[in-house]
């Protein structure tokens, strides 16, 4: 979908432009991933999609000390997947909802830069997107 990938290059753009660090990419855009919309705060962007009627989020932000994320580790298996493009594994959880949902995430620190990808999806499509995440510096 054309409009999908100039709506999320757009967003990638903001990131550069306006937070000068390095954009976090999905290489691999399920076609049912449909961008929603991209926030900016001072020091970071957040873009939110839907995926089946989910949201899935992608946060790029400034400085890891900007963020706090809370692991409920009796909650959470984690597993990871080998990136080419990153050359790094990526380690990723997976949370079992009550309702009997599954929500996935990862978050990656580069450059002091702080990346979040998480939400509920198929596990193998979730695992394909991270597979695949690139890095462009400006």
């Known amino acids: 979908n054309k409009k999908n990938i100039s709506q999320i290059e757009e967003a ?3 990131i550069e432009t ?10 691999y855009v ?7 919309t ?3 705060k001072e020091n970071s962007v957040t873009i939110q999609f839907r995926y089946n009627g989910n949201i ?3 946060y790029e932000g400034k400085e890891a000390d900007n963020i706090s994320v809370g692991i409920e580790s009796d909650r959470y298996q984690s597993k ?9 594994e990526i380690a990723y959880l997976k949370n079992e909802l009550e309702d009997g949902r599954t929500e996935y995430e990862t978050l990656l620190t580069i450059d002091e830069n702080i ?4 939400g509920i999806m198929p596990e193998e499509e979730f695992v394909k997107i991270i597979k ?5 510096v400006s």
């Open 18 to 27: 306006e937070l000068g660090i390095p954009v976090l990419r999905l290489d």
């Open 12 to 14: 990638y753009q903001l």
């Open 80 to 88: 990871t997947v080998y990136n080419e493009w990153l050359d790094q």
């Open 30 to 36: 399920p076609s049912n991933l449909e961008f929603q």
């Open 56 to 58: 899935i989020i992608l």
């Open 115 to 118: 990346y979040y990808f998480s």
């Open 38 to 40: 991209s926030v900016q």
């Open 132 to 136: 695949y995440f690139q890095i462009k």
